[in-house]
Protein backbone atom coordinates (compact mmCIF):
# COMPACT_ATOMS: atom_id res chain seq x y z
CA UNK A 1 0.00 0.00 0.00
CA UNK A 2 2.87 2.36 0.73
CA UNK A 3 3.90 1.79 -3.06
CA UNK A 4 0.61 2.75 -4.01
CA UNK A 5 0.17 5.77 -1.47
CA UNK A 6 3.09 7.13 -3.61
CA UNK A 7 1.86 6.32 -7.42
CA UNK A 8 -0.61 9.62 -8.46
CA UNK A 9 -1.92 7.35 -10.83
CA UNK A 10 -3.39 5.52 -8.07
CA UNK A 11 -4.48 7.93 -6.33
CA UNK A 12 -6.06 9.19 -9.83
CA UNK A 13 -7.80 5.78 -9.97
CA UNK A 14 -9.72 6.39 -6.73
CA UNK A 15 -10.48 10.82 -6.92
CA UNK A 16 -12.10 9.17 -10.25
CA UNK A 17 -14.41 6.94 -8.65
CA UNK A 18 -15.53 9.05 -5.91
CA UNK A 19 -16.30 11.79 -8.75
CA UNK A 20 -17.80 9.02 -11.09
CA UNK A 21 -20.34 8.24 -8.24
CA UNK A 22 -21.35 12.22 -7.25
CA UNK A 23 -21.77 12.75 -10.98
CA UNK A 24 -24.13 9.33 -11.71
CA UNK A 25 -26.14 9.99 -9.14
CA UNK A 26 -26.68 13.78 -10.64
CA UNK A 27 -28.71 12.13 -13.84
CA UNK A 28 -29.45 8.51 -12.69
CA UNK A 29 -32.54 9.56 -10.85
CA UNK A 30 -33.96 11.24 -14.00
CA UNK A 31 -34.97 7.90 -15.57
CA UNK A 32 -36.58 6.72 -12.06
CA UNK A 33 -39.28 9.55 -11.66
CA UNK A 34 -42.09 7.76 -13.01
CA UNK A 35 -41.18 4.82 -11.01
CA UNK A 36 -40.65 6.81 -7.32
CA UNK A 37 -43.73 8.21 -8.24
CA UNK A 38 -45.44 4.96 -8.48
CA UNK A 39 -44.16 3.27 -5.73
CA UNK A 40 -44.66 6.47 -3.27
CA UNK A 41 -47.82 7.31 -4.51
CA UNK A 42 -46.13 10.69 -5.02
CA UNK A 43 -46.84 13.76 -7.03
CA UNK A 44 -44.75 14.89 -10.08
CA UNK A 45 -43.27 17.90 -7.92
CA UNK A 46 -42.50 16.11 -4.52
CA UNK A 47 -40.13 13.83 -6.81
CA UNK A 48 -38.89 16.95 -8.93
CA UNK A 49 -37.74 17.99 -5.34
CA UNK A 50 -35.14 14.76 -4.92
CA UNK A 51 -32.94 16.22 -8.37
CA UNK A 52 -33.31 19.98 -7.36
CA UNK A 53 -32.70 19.18 -3.48
CA UNK A 54 -29.21 17.44 -4.94
CA UNK A 55 -28.08 20.16 -7.27
CA UNK A 56 -29.05 23.03 -4.54
CA UNK A 57 -26.81 21.52 -1.55
CA UNK A 58 -23.85 20.69 -3.59
CA UNK A 59 -23.79 24.62 -4.67
CA UNK A 60 -24.40 25.73 -1.26
CA UNK A 61 -21.65 23.70 -0.26
CA UNK A 62 -19.22 23.65 -1.93
CA UNK A 63 -16.80 27.09 -0.76
CA UNK A 64 -17.38 25.60 2.68
CA UNK A 65 -15.97 22.17 1.51
CA UNK A 66 -12.99 23.85 -0.31
CA UNK A 67 -11.89 25.78 2.77
CA UNK A 68 -12.29 22.66 5.01
CA UNK A 69 -9.99 20.70 3.02
CA UNK A 70 -7.76 23.63 3.60
CA UNK A 71 -8.22 23.43 7.29
CA UNK A 72 -8.66 19.43 7.95
CA UNK A 73 -6.57 17.99 5.27
CA UNK A 74 -8.21 17.26 1.38
CA UNK A 75 -7.81 13.45 1.99
CA UNK A 76 -9.71 13.35 5.20
CA UNK A 77 -12.40 15.84 3.77
CA UNK A 78 -13.05 13.93 0.61
CA UNK A 79 -13.01 10.27 2.60
CA UNK A 80 -15.56 12.14 4.99
CA UNK A 81 -17.56 13.39 1.83
CA UNK A 82 -17.32 9.97 0.33
CA UNK A 83 -18.58 8.31 3.52
CA UNK A 84 -21.53 10.61 4.07
CA UNK A 85 -22.24 10.46 0.48
CA UNK A 86 -22.35 6.83 0.92
CA UNK A 87 -24.54 6.47 4.09
CA UNK A 88 -27.00 8.87 2.53
CA UNK A 89 -27.29 6.56 -0.73
CA UNK A 90 -28.73 3.81 1.82
CA UNK A 91 -31.36 6.20 3.29
CA UNK A 92 -32.41 7.22 -0.45
CA UNK A 93 -32.63 3.48 -1.23
CA UNK A 94 -34.45 2.75 2.29
CA UNK A 95 -36.83 5.76 1.82
CA UNK A 96 -40.59 5.25 1.47
CA UNK A 97 -42.09 8.68 1.59
CA UNK A 98 -40.62 11.95 -0.47
CA UNK A 99 -39.82 13.73 2.24
CA UNK A 100 -37.33 11.09 3.55
CA UNK A 101 -36.04 10.63 -0.38
CA UNK A 102 -35.73 14.49 -0.33
CA UNK A 103 -33.60 14.58 3.23
CA UNK A 104 -31.52 12.07 1.83
CA UNK A 105 -30.77 13.50 -1.40
CA UNK A 106 -29.53 16.88 0.36
CA UNK A 107 -27.13 14.34 2.34
CA UNK A 108 -26.15 12.86 -0.92
CA UNK A 109 -25.21 16.78 -2.03
CA UNK A 110 -23.46 17.36 0.84
CA UNK A 111 -20.90 14.54 1.03
CA UNK A 112 -20.98 15.43 -2.85
CA UNK A 113 -20.29 18.94 -1.96
CA UNK A 114 -17.08 17.74 0.31
CA UNK A 115 -15.35 15.78 -1.87
CA UNK A 116 -15.32 17.51 -5.00
CA UNK A 117 -13.01 20.13 -4.63
CA UNK A 118 -10.98 17.81 -2.73
CA UNK A 119 -10.43 15.70 -6.28
CA UNK A 120 -8.68 19.02 -8.39
CA UNK A 121 -6.48 19.89 -5.23
CA UNK A 122 -5.15 16.31 -4.40
CA UNK A 123 -4.45 15.75 -8.26
CA UNK A 124 -2.78 19.16 -8.80
CA UNK A 125 -0.73 18.13 -5.49
CA UNK A 126 0.25 14.74 -6.92
CA UNK A 127 0.77 15.59 -10.50
CA UNK A 128 4.10 17.77 -11.54
CA UNK A 129 2.48 20.75 -13.91
CA UNK A 130 3.60 18.41 -17.23
CA UNK A 131 1.57 15.63 -16.32
CA UNK A 132 -1.73 17.37 -15.10
CA UNK A 133 -3.49 18.10 -18.09
CA UNK A 134 -3.65 14.44 -18.77
CA UNK A 135 -4.46 13.42 -15.49
CA UNK A 136 -7.81 16.31 -15.28
CA UNK A 137 -8.44 14.64 -18.76
CA UNK A 138 -8.52 11.37 -17.48
CA UNK A 139 -10.62 12.55 -14.16
CA UNK A 140 -12.76 14.94 -16.56
CA UNK A 141 -13.53 11.83 -18.96
CA UNK A 142 -14.34 9.46 -16.30
CA UNK A 143 -17.17 12.31 -15.45
CA UNK A 144 -18.31 12.65 -18.97
CA UNK A 145 -18.71 8.56 -19.17
CA UNK A 146 -20.98 9.00 -15.53
CA UNK A 147 -22.91 11.50 -17.04
CA UNK A 148 -23.64 9.41 -20.24
CA UNK A 149 -24.06 5.87 -18.10
CA UNK A 150 -26.36 7.50 -15.71
CA UNK A 151 -29.70 7.39 -17.52
CA UNK A 152 -28.75 3.63 -19.27
CA UNK A 153 -27.93 2.40 -16.11
CA UNK A 154 -31.01 3.60 -14.11
CA UNK A 155 -32.77 1.87 -16.65
CA UNK A 156 -31.44 -1.31 -16.56
CA UNK A 157 -31.43 -1.42 -12.75
CA UNK A 158 -35.18 -0.35 -12.97
CA UNK A 159 -35.25 -2.91 -15.06
CA UNK A 160 -33.88 -5.89 -12.98
CA UNK A 161 -34.24 -4.54 -9.61
CA UNK A 162 -36.19 -1.84 -9.18
CA UNK A 163 -35.73 2.15 -8.62
CA UNK A 164 -34.45 1.89 -5.06
CA UNK A 165 -30.98 0.12 -6.82
CA UNK A 166 -29.91 3.35 -8.25
CA UNK A 167 -28.88 4.42 -5.27
CA UNK A 168 -28.10 1.45 -3.62
CA UNK A 169 -25.74 0.58 -6.15
CA UNK A 170 -23.33 3.54 -4.36
CA UNK A 171 -22.56 1.09 -1.56
CA UNK A 172 -20.23 -1.22 -2.54
CA UNK A 173 -18.55 1.45 -4.36
CA UNK A 174 -18.64 4.03 -1.95
CA UNK A 175 -16.90 1.45 0.72
CA UNK A 176 -14.43 0.74 -1.52
CA UNK A 177 -13.46 4.55 -2.84
CA UNK A 178 -13.12 5.01 1.47
CA UNK A 179 -11.18 2.22 2.20
CA UNK A 180 -8.61 3.02 -0.88
CA UNK A 181 -8.92 6.82 0.41
CA UNK A 182 -7.52 5.92 3.78
CA UNK A 183 -4.57 3.66 2.42
CA UNK A 184 -3.87 4.79 -1.38
CA UNK A 185 -4.42 9.08 -0.97
CA UNK A 186 -1.66 10.93 0.28
CA UNK A 187 -1.97 13.27 3.41
CA UNK A 188 -1.06 16.16 2.18
CA UNK A 189 -2.02 18.41 5.09
CA UNK A 190 0.68 21.02 5.96
CA UNK A 191 1.65 22.61 9.35
CA UNK A 192 -0.50 25.27 9.48
CA UNK A 193 -3.89 25.62 11.00
CA UNK A 194 -6.59 27.31 9.30
CA UNK A 195 -9.63 28.14 11.15
CA UNK A 196 -13.10 28.21 9.57
CA UNK A 197 -15.23 31.11 9.50
CA UNK A 198 -18.54 30.18 10.75
CA UNK A 199 -20.51 33.48 10.37
CA UNK A 200 -19.25 33.55 6.83
CA UNK A 201 -20.24 29.98 5.72
CA UNK A 202 -23.57 30.74 7.26
CA UNK A 203 -24.10 34.28 5.29
CA UNK A 204 -22.51 32.54 1.98
CA UNK A 205 -24.82 29.56 2.14
CA UNK A 206 -28.07 31.57 2.61
CA UNK A 207 -26.76 34.05 -0.48
CA UNK A 208 -26.53 30.68 -2.07
CA UNK A 209 -29.25 28.77 -1.15
CA UNK A 210 -31.55 31.44 -1.89
CA UNK A 211 -29.71 32.06 -5.58
CA UNK A 212 -29.94 28.44 -5.95
CA UNK A 213 -33.95 27.99 -5.09
CA UNK A 214 -34.68 31.20 -6.83
CA UNK A 215 -33.03 29.49 -10.04
CA UNK A 216 -34.08 26.31 -10.23
CA UNK A 217 -37.57 26.66 -9.12
CA UNK A 218 -38.71 30.02 -11.11
CA UNK A 219 -40.18 28.57 -13.54
CA UNK A 220 -42.13 26.50 -11.73
CA UNK A 221 -43.72 29.74 -9.49
CA UNK A 222 -43.45 31.81 -13.14
CA UNK A 223 -40.88 34.33 -11.80
CA UNK A 224 -43.31 35.83 -9.42
CA UNK A 225 -42.91 37.93 -6.07
CA UNK A 226 -41.37 35.00 -4.47
CA UNK A 227 -38.15 34.59 -6.76
CA UNK A 228 -37.60 38.28 -7.15
CA UNK A 229 -38.09 38.62 -3.71
CA UNK A 230 -35.35 35.16 -2.97
CA UNK A 231 -33.17 37.09 -5.74
CA UNK A 232 -32.74 40.61 -3.79
CA UNK A 233 -32.34 38.61 -0.50
CA UNK A 234 -29.21 36.26 -2.08
CA UNK A 235 -27.46 39.74 -3.67
CA UNK A 236 -28.10 41.47 0.18
CA UNK A 237 -26.37 38.70 1.39
CA UNK A 238 -23.75 38.35 -1.01
CA UNK A 239 -22.83 41.86 -0.19
CA UNK A 240 -23.06 41.13 3.44
CA UNK A 241 -20.65 38.12 2.58
CA UNK A 242 -18.42 40.38 0.50
CA UNK A 243 -18.09 42.74 3.73
CA UNK A 244 -17.22 40.13 6.08
CA UNK A 245 -14.48 38.42 3.91
CA UNK A 246 -13.05 41.88 3.58
CA UNK A 247 -12.37 42.09 7.75
CA UNK A 248 -11.03 38.63 7.43
CA UNK A 249 -8.39 38.54 4.68
CA UNK A 250 -6.10 38.37 7.82
CA UNK A 251 -7.44 35.30 9.28
CA UNK A 252 -8.29 32.72 6.79
CA UNK A 253 -11.04 33.85 5.09
CA UNK A 254 -13.55 31.71 2.89
CA UNK A 255 -12.71 33.70 -0.36
CA UNK A 256 -8.97 34.88 0.11
CA UNK A 257 -9.12 37.89 -2.48
CA UNK A 258 -5.03 37.28 -3.04
CA UNK A 259 -6.82 34.37 -5.27
CA UNK A 260 -9.41 37.58 -6.88
CA UNK A 261 -5.45 39.12 -7.83
CA UNK A 262 -4.10 36.38 -10.37
CA UNK A 263 -5.41 36.85 -13.36
CA UNK A 264 -5.49 33.62 -14.99
CA UNK A 265 -7.59 32.35 -12.23
CA UNK A 266 -10.41 34.94 -11.93
CA UNK A 267 -10.64 34.73 -15.92
CA UNK A 268 -11.10 31.05 -16.11
CA UNK A 269 -13.73 30.83 -13.40
CA UNK A 270 -15.71 33.20 -15.93
CA UNK A 271 -14.75 30.97 -18.47
CA UNK A 272 -15.60 27.59 -16.72
CA UNK A 273 -19.07 29.29 -15.79
CA UNK A 274 -19.95 30.28 -19.49
CA UNK A 275 -18.69 26.93 -20.83
CA UNK A 276 -20.82 24.76 -18.51
CA UNK A 277 -23.58 26.83 -18.57
CA UNK A 278 -23.42 26.49 -22.77
CA UNK A 279 -23.32 23.00 -22.61
CA UNK A 280 -26.00 22.20 -19.91
CA UNK A 281 -28.33 25.48 -21.72
CA UNK A 282 -27.76 23.06 -24.71
CA UNK A 283 -28.73 20.21 -24.17
CA UNK A 284 -32.38 21.16 -22.22
CA UNK A 285 -33.06 23.21 -25.13
CA UNK A 286 -32.20 20.21 -27.36
CA UNK A 287 -33.90 17.39 -25.19
CA UNK A 288 -37.27 19.63 -24.89
CA UNK A 289 -36.88 20.00 -28.58
CA UNK A 290 -36.38 16.50 -29.93
CA UNK A 291 -39.35 14.97 -27.39
CA UNK A 292 -42.23 18.17 -28.12
CA UNK A 293 -41.34 19.03 -31.13
CA UNK A 294 -39.83 16.12 -33.37
CA UNK A 295 -41.94 14.00 -31.24
CA UNK A 296 -38.93 10.98 -29.94
CA UNK A 297 -39.32 9.43 -26.91
CA UNK A 298 -37.20 10.08 -24.03
CA UNK A 299 -35.23 6.59 -25.00
CA UNK A 300 -34.20 7.86 -28.83
CA UNK A 301 -33.99 11.86 -27.45
CA UNK A 302 -30.60 10.27 -25.44
CA UNK A 303 -29.69 8.18 -28.60
CA UNK A 304 -29.60 11.63 -29.87
CA UNK A 305 -27.96 13.48 -27.43
CA UNK A 306 -25.35 10.79 -27.44
CA UNK A 307 -22.93 11.53 -29.70
CA UNK A 308 -22.48 14.96 -27.64
CA UNK A 309 -21.67 13.32 -24.74
CA UNK A 310 -19.23 10.21 -25.79
CA UNK A 311 -17.60 12.82 -28.06
CA UNK A 312 -16.81 14.85 -24.67
CA UNK A 313 -15.28 11.85 -22.84
CA UNK A 314 -13.07 10.62 -26.01
CA UNK A 315 -11.61 14.25 -26.88
CA UNK A 316 -11.07 15.35 -22.76
CA UNK A 317 -8.35 12.69 -22.97
CA UNK A 318 -6.63 14.16 -25.74
CA UNK A 319 -7.30 17.56 -25.02
CA UNK A 320 -5.56 16.57 -21.67
CA UNK A 321 -2.50 15.19 -22.66
CA UNK A 322 -2.48 17.97 -25.53
CA UNK A 323 -2.62 20.85 -22.66
CA UNK A 324 0.93 19.21 -20.84
CA UNK A 325 2.34 20.49 -23.80
CA UNK A 326 0.11 23.23 -25.80
CA UNK A 327 -1.15 26.79 -24.00
CA UNK A 328 -4.26 26.14 -22.27
CA UNK A 329 -6.19 29.64 -23.14
CA UNK A 330 -5.24 28.60 -27.40
CA UNK A 331 -7.00 24.74 -26.37
CA UNK A 332 -9.78 26.37 -24.46
CA UNK A 333 -10.52 28.63 -27.61
CA UNK A 334 -10.47 26.47 -29.89
CA UNK A 335 -13.12 24.13 -27.90
CA UNK A 336 -15.23 27.04 -27.53
CA UNK A 337 -15.65 28.03 -31.00
CA UNK A 338 -15.92 24.55 -32.04
CA UNK A 339 -18.54 24.17 -29.73
CA UNK A 340 -20.33 27.17 -30.69
CA UNK A 341 -20.34 26.19 -34.46
CA UNK A 342 -21.81 22.72 -33.55
CA UNK A 343 -24.69 24.81 -31.39
CA UNK A 344 -25.20 27.17 -34.44
CA UNK A 345 -25.39 23.73 -36.91
CA UNK A 346 -28.28 23.06 -34.11
CA UNK A 347 -29.92 25.76 -34.34
CA UNK A 348 -30.14 26.34 -38.07
CA UNK A 349 -31.94 22.46 -38.15
CA UNK A 350 -34.69 23.33 -35.59
CA UNK A 351 -37.26 23.61 -37.89
CA UNK A 352 -40.93 21.98 -37.84
CA UNK A 353 -40.05 19.20 -40.11
CA UNK A 354 -36.60 17.81 -38.71
CA UNK A 355 -35.72 14.43 -37.94
CA UNK A 356 -34.01 13.03 -34.92
CA UNK A 357 -31.04 11.76 -37.32
CA UNK A 358 -30.32 15.03 -38.34
CA UNK A 359 -28.82 16.04 -35.53
CA UNK A 360 -26.07 13.29 -35.02
CA UNK A 361 -23.66 15.40 -36.54
CA UNK A 362 -23.90 18.61 -34.78
CA UNK A 363 -24.19 17.32 -31.16
CA UNK A 364 -20.69 15.43 -32.26
CA UNK A 365 -19.51 18.97 -33.19
CA UNK A 366 -20.37 20.11 -29.66
CA UNK A 367 -19.34 17.56 -27.88
CA UNK A 368 -15.91 18.26 -29.19
CA UNK A 369 -15.28 21.32 -28.88
CA UNK A 370 -17.14 20.81 -24.90
CA UNK A 371 -14.19 18.03 -24.50
CA UNK A 372 -11.47 20.88 -25.11
CA UNK A 373 -12.30 22.48 -22.31
CA UNK A 374 -12.54 19.97 -19.64
CA UNK A 375 -9.01 19.53 -18.80
CA UNK A 376 -7.78 23.26 -19.69
CA UNK A 377 -10.33 25.20 -17.61
CA UNK A 378 -8.78 23.11 -14.31
CA UNK A 379 -5.20 23.41 -15.42
CA UNK A 380 -5.01 27.46 -16.71
CA UNK A 381 -7.32 28.17 -13.29
CA UNK A 382 -4.95 26.25 -10.84
CA UNK A 383 -1.58 26.87 -12.56
CA UNK A 384 -0.37 30.19 -10.49
CA UNK A 385 -2.45 28.85 -7.61
CA UNK A 386 -0.15 28.83 -4.16
CA UNK A 387 -0.32 25.40 -2.73
CA UNK A 388 -2.35 26.29 0.80
CA UNK A 389 -5.13 27.90 -1.55
CA UNK A 390 -6.08 25.08 -3.57
CA UNK A 391 -8.81 23.68 -1.59
CA UNK A 392 -10.07 27.42 -1.83
CA UNK A 393 -9.81 27.90 -5.45
CA UNK A 394 -11.09 24.48 -6.16
CA UNK A 395 -14.01 25.29 -4.30
CA UNK A 396 -14.89 28.76 -6.06
CA UNK A 397 -14.46 27.16 -9.50
CA UNK A 398 -16.68 24.59 -8.86
CA UNK A 399 -19.57 26.49 -7.36
CA UNK A 400 -18.53 28.76 -10.61
CA UNK A 401 -19.58 25.97 -12.95
CA UNK A 402 -22.68 25.09 -10.91
CA UNK A 403 -23.95 28.45 -11.08
CA UNK A 404 -23.15 28.75 -14.68
CA UNK A 405 -25.06 25.21 -14.96
CA UNK A 406 -28.28 26.97 -13.11
CA UNK A 407 -28.63 30.23 -14.29
CA UNK A 408 -28.22 29.04 -18.49
CA UNK A 409 -30.55 26.10 -18.01
CA UNK A 410 -33.24 28.21 -16.36
CA UNK A 411 -31.97 31.14 -18.70
CA UNK A 412 -33.20 28.85 -22.18
CA UNK A 413 -36.11 27.44 -20.53
CA UNK A 414 -37.74 30.97 -19.57
CA UNK A 415 -36.75 32.38 -23.14
CA UNK A 416 -38.03 29.40 -25.24
CA UNK A 417 -41.47 29.77 -22.55
CA UNK A 418 -41.99 33.37 -23.45
CA UNK A 419 -41.07 33.65 -27.08
CA UNK A 420 -43.44 30.09 -27.78
CA UNK A 421 -46.73 32.48 -27.74
CA UNK A 422 -45.04 35.40 -29.70
CA UNK A 423 -42.33 33.40 -31.90
CA UNK A 424 -44.97 31.45 -34.26
CA UNK A 425 -44.05 27.84 -32.51
CA UNK A 426 -42.06 26.30 -30.54
CA UNK A 427 -39.30 25.39 -32.75
CA UNK A 428 -38.92 28.78 -33.56
CA UNK A 429 -38.87 30.08 -29.80
CA UNK A 430 -36.34 26.95 -29.39
CA UNK A 431 -34.27 27.94 -31.38
CA UNK A 432 -33.99 31.67 -30.59
CA UNK A 433 -33.18 30.09 -26.88
CA UNK A 434 -30.15 28.95 -28.84
CA UNK A 435 -28.76 32.53 -28.71
CA UNK A 436 -28.05 32.36 -25.05
CA UNK A 437 -25.50 29.59 -25.14
CA UNK A 438 -24.05 30.91 -28.36
CA UNK A 439 -23.37 34.30 -26.15
CA UNK A 440 -22.01 32.45 -23.48
CA UNK A 441 -19.34 31.07 -25.48
CA UNK A 442 -18.70 33.87 -27.52
CA UNK A 443 -17.91 36.61 -24.15
CA UNK A 444 -15.84 33.03 -23.22
CA UNK A 445 -13.90 33.14 -26.05
CA UNK A 446 -13.44 36.82 -26.27
CA UNK A 447 -12.39 36.51 -21.72
CA UNK A 448 -9.62 33.85 -23.25
CA UNK A 449 -7.78 36.99 -24.83
CA UNK A 450 -7.27 38.07 -21.32
CA UNK A 451 -5.24 35.07 -20.08
CA UNK A 452 -1.91 35.21 -19.29
CA UNK A 453 0.48 33.57 -21.52
CA UNK A 454 2.54 30.97 -19.58
CA UNK A 455 5.76 30.88 -18.28
CA UNK A 456 7.96 28.45 -18.13
CA UNK A 457 7.37 26.16 -15.27
CA UNK A 458 10.53 26.48 -12.71
CA UNK A 459 10.13 22.75 -12.17
CA UNK A 460 9.45 23.39 -8.15
CA UNK A 461 7.08 20.75 -7.36
CA UNK A 462 5.30 21.51 -3.55
CA UNK A 463 5.59 18.26 -1.76
CA UNK A 464 3.44 17.85 0.68
CA UNK A 465 4.35 17.63 4.35
CA UNK A 466 3.67 14.41 6.57
CA UNK A 467 0.88 14.41 8.40
CA UNK A 468 0.45 15.40 12.18
Known amino acids: ??????????????????????????????????????????????????LNSYIIAITVLLITAGRLGDRYGPRQVFVAGVL??????????????????????????????????QSVTLIVASFPRERRGTALGVWGAIG????VLGPSLG????????WRWIFLINLPIGVLVVAAGLTVVPDLRTDRRHSLDL????IASLALACFAYAVTNGADHHWGPLIWALLAAAALFGVGF?????????????????LLRIRGYTVTLGIAAAITGATFGITVVAALYFQSVVGLSAFRAGVVLAPASAMSVLVALVAGRLADRVEGRFILLTGMVVQGAGILWTALLMTGSA??????????VI????????????????????????????????TMRQVGAMVFTAGVVALAQGLESVAGGSSTAMRAATFLPVAALALGALACLALPRERPDPAVHTRPLPSE
Do not use: K
Request: charged share 10%; hydrophobic share 50%.
Open 1 to 50: MTRLRANPWATLVVLSLGYFMTLLDSTIVTIAIPSIIDSMHATLPQVLWA
Open 367 to 398: GMGNGCSIAPRTTVAMRDVPQELTGAASGILE
Open 84 to 117: LFTVASLLCGLATVPGVLVAARVLQGAGAALLMP
Open 199 to 202: PGVV
Open 155 to 162: GLLINLAG
Open 144 to 147: GVAS
Open 355 to 364: HGEDFLAPMT
Open 242 to 258: TARQRQRQNDDPLVPFA
